[in-house]
């Protein structure tokens, strides 16, 4: 019977991405000119399982481009080869094109063939140069930017051809394939006698050769391929594309390997302007960084399974409890319904647990989104010629996967900015008595019901007076007014404010910090940050654990009801007339001990006829969001319950003030409230000359 | 059409070994006890390879090895009028110069 291998994708696919990035901080990890033979082989088994996995499911061009890779780490890993600079960043230019080559064939879209042949091209050269000779030069950076300039043209094929041992066994016989080759075009062969043993030891019947065969042809590498038919199971064959240049100034990519392996230097030293543009860096692309996209699966741990698998027993233990009390309730007496309440207590017991255990599940270390940073700082050092230390506390602190997969981006945001704007260059840090090596510090833990995520550095922190006279120079503030530093920094996060004096591709452009802090307060968290000059600065993420339940608040306001969170909620109070107060008739403030806060009439804000529409007597629920206080009157207070979020978004539209809905118990739905959103709103309808829209509030 | 020179081909040698008209997968271990012999002996060495018919890289791969084993015991090692065919596998493997024939286009 037939077996559809297609069912694997997926769990190949998440194999795969989870080895790509086992092999990326394993790269990064090695030490060069050592040979760390434990990390080498744990990227090398990676590589292996991807190139295995890859032609057993058919992505021939996955396992052609990780079969270079692997034979490279295996010279490094028996030692033949040494662990240069160059190695370790073409190989990890090498993680990045199989990830895309991997996601091509996961979505089936198109990959970057140029990019990929590039990178092949340079794993090539590294593979026919000699075992540690082969240390980067400036000049062999720049042959390979001009190359990567002025490619376009594909003139043939390279083919890399490495039988088994048993090759010649079967039948097969490498003369006749050459000879067939040499039929589709110029064929040109280079054996490798390196592993042909002594006469003594050698067995004639067993193959220790291996060639590189260059084609210049025009054919399709079907035809090539063809030739190769009958041993692809038998063989090591790696087949890639010579591409040729359509610069009149560019060398063949054939003549150029040739002269530099060779060692000659006939090419010009200052690369063209052209070429120097595009200095090929390793990978410092959103796309090499990706390595949380968000997946449809999710791995669990067998601990979990098995304490959801627990409760779920006791649930039917309870059920089965419930079930034996004979329901005639004419007959009812008091120790049934003792047994009855107890089962009910029970049954409450045994659900929380098991919503528990299942949130759990959806529970992930935060390393998931803090694995993407060594690369990243390690490329953009190499990019800015800084030197920067990244130390990551609190790997293992858990998150829900859709906070996971939504924090990603902002924390890229704002560690490359610390990178960019924070970290000073080595010799200004010198210069101000700091050691020459930045550090920028990621540190993840729980804090009551939150995740809190720091990302501090020792940089130049922010320069208080420089951000107050750009707020003016923009109009954001007046010149005589007096912030305190919170509000200073506060400014940052004004859409489109950068003080940074030059703006580079990796931050600055000042669209930035406003989306950092959109994105994290969509989360239902929020960011601050503090600074001292010259020390550095640290931001702070606050996120809730999970977005899917939440613990509430019931408030009613006339027939509505409510849910507000209540990580945000203060403290309840009557209103006492005496200490509320109007400023210019339009913004009604209550005096709470020594803070003024504003009345936010739900009412009104929502477009819902209440009877009781004074304050006197009311309820302000005092609430906080984003460092700001508000006082939201409500007629009632009922109960608090954890409820279940229901996006808004999904199932209607995007309301102002509003995070989500949730249904009652009654089956009724009941609004969630963004509390930061809610006092945001609040202040922007309180001002004159922007009467609040109800209807755009109102309860639908 | 290329030709190899005749720089390095004997035909007069007392430590002749006759490599017939098939030197394939299936003749190698036989040639090879010879060659491990001769090698043994220490002596110079001359291969008939003009005969050679049909030759596979089972075959050249042996005579590689036996070449380059020779080179390092200092045991000069000859070939007897190669025929076109031997020349012809030889270098589409790409073991002329391992094999020190060194080929004119």
Not at chain 1, 533 to 549: H, M, N, V
Request: proline share 2%; glycine share 6%.
């Amino acid at each position: 019977m037939a077996i559809d291998i297609t069912q694997f994708h997926e769990t190949f696919f998440e194999e795969s991405f989870e080895g790509l990035d086992i092999m990326e901080s394993g790269l990064l990890n090695l030490d060069i000119g050592a040979a760390d033979n434990d990390t080498i082989n744990s990227i090398f088994r990676a590589a292996h399982s991807i190139k295995g996995g890859s032609a057993t499911f058919g992505f021939t061009d996955v396992a052609e481009f990780t079969h270079g890779m692997e034979t490279l780490l295996d010279e490094m890993r028996d030692g033949t080869r040494d662990v240069t600079q160059k190695s370790v960043d073409t190989l990890l230019q090498s993680v990045d094109c199989l990830r895309e080559l991997l996601a091509a064939a996961r979505d089936k879209t198109p990959v970057d063939s140029e990019r990929v042949a590039v990178v092949h091209k340079s794993l090539e050269k590294i593979l026919s140069s000699e075992g540690g000779s082969n240390i980067s030069t400036e000049n062999d950076e720049h042959n390979e930017n001009s190359q990567t300039e002025s490619i376009s043209e594909r003139s043939g094929w390279k083919i890399n051809f490495k039988p088994h041992h048993d090759m010649l066994k079967t039948g097969n016989d490498p003369v006749r394939m050459f000879r067939e080759l040499s039929e589709l075009g110029e064929l040109t062969v280079i054996v490798d006698i390196s592993q042909l043993p002594t006469l003594a030891d050698l067995d004639p019947e067993e193959s220790y050769l291996s060639w590189d065969l260059t084609l210049k042809t025009d054919v399709e590498i079907d035809l090539v391929k063809e030739v190769f038919e009958w041993v692809i199971d038998e063989c090591d064959l790696e087949i890639s594309e010579i591409v040729s240049s359509t610069d009149d100034t560019a060398m063949s990519s054939e003549t150029q390997d040739r002269e530099n392996e060779q060692g000659t230097e006939n090419i010009s030293s200052e690369p063209s302007s052209q070429a120097k543009r595009q200095v090929a860096k390793p990978g410092v692309t959103e796309k090499s960084t990706a390595s949380t996209d968000s997946s449809a699966s999710i791995r669990v741990s067998i601990d979990k399974v098995d304490a959801l698998i627990n409760m779920v027993g006791e649930l039917v233990i309870t059920q089965s409890m419930i079930g034996q009390l004979d329901c005639d309730f004419d007959d009812f007496d008091n120790s049934r319904m003792e047994k009855l309440r107890d089962g009910l207590t029970l049954l409450e017991r045994n659900t929380r647990e098991l919503q528990e255990s299942v949130m759990r599940i959806r529970m992930l270390p935060i390393s998931f989104a803090f694995n993407r940073f060594p690369r990243m700082v390690h490329d953009l050092c190499q990019k800015l010629d800084k030197k920067i230390e990244l130390r990551t506390t609190g790997e293992n602190t858990e998150l829900d996967k859709t906070v996971m997969e939504k924090i990603g981006d902002p924390l890229v945001h704002l560690v490359r900015n610390s990178i960019d704007h924070g970290i000073e260059m080595p010799q200004a840090r010198k210069e101000t008595n700091k050691p020459e090596t930045g550090v920028i510090e990621l540190n993840a833990f729980h804090k009551g019901g939150n995740i809190i995520i720091e990302i501090k550095d020792d940089g130049a922190g922010f320069n208080k007076d420089r951000i107050k006279n750009k707020a003016i120079e923009r109009g954001l503030i007046s010149s005589d007014e007096h912030l305190s530093d919170d509000k200073i920094y506060d400014l940052i996060f004004q859409p489109g404010f950068s003080t940074a004096e030059q703006l580079s591709d990796i931050s600055g452009r000042g669209v930035g910090m406003d989306v950092v802090r959109r994105n994290i307060r969509e989360l239902g968290g929020n960011i601050d940050v503090t600074s001292e000059e010259g020390k550095g600065t640290t931001f702070t993420i606050r996120l809730p654990l999970t977005l899917a339940i939440l613990d509430g608040q019931l408030v009613c306001v006339g027939d509505e009801i409510f849910i507000t969170p209540l990580v945000s909620i203060v403290e309840s109070l009557q209103i006492k007339k005496e200490f509320v107060n109007n400023i210019a008739g339009q913004t009604e403030l209550y005096k709470v001990r020594d803070d003024y806060i504003p009345i936010v009439r739900m009412h009104e804000m929502f477009g819902i006829n209440v009877e009781k529409k004074s304050l006197e007597g009311g309820l302000l629920v005092v609430v906080e969001g984003d460092g700001k206080k508000a006082g939201l009157l409500v007629d009632e207070l009922l109960g608090q319950q954890q409820v279940v979020i229901k996006s808004l978004e999904t199932n209607y539209q995007r309301v102002d003030g509003v995070s989500g809905a949730t249904i009652l118990g009654d089956g009724t739905v009941a609004l969630i409230l963004d509390v930061d959103g809610l006092i945001d709103l609040s202040r922007n309808t309180s001002a004159p000359n922007n009467s609040p829209d109800n209807s755009v509030l109102a309860v639908a | 059409m290329t030709k190899n020179t005749k720089e390095n081909i004997s035909t007069q040698n007392d430590n002749t070994i006759e490599c017939g008209d098939l030197l394939d997968i299936s003749m190698v271990n036989e040639i090879n006890q010879k060659l491990k012999q001769s090698l043994d002996s220490g002596n110079d060495i001359s291969i008939n390879v003009s005969n050679i018919q049909r030759i596979d890289a089972a075959g050249a791969q042996m005579l590689c090895a036996f070449y380059q084993d020779a080179k390092s015991k200092n045991i000069k090692c000859t070939w007897q009028s190669p025929s076109e065919v031997f020349l012809k596998a030889i270098q589409q493997l790409d073991l002329n110069n391992h094999l020190g024939l060194s080929c004119d286009s």
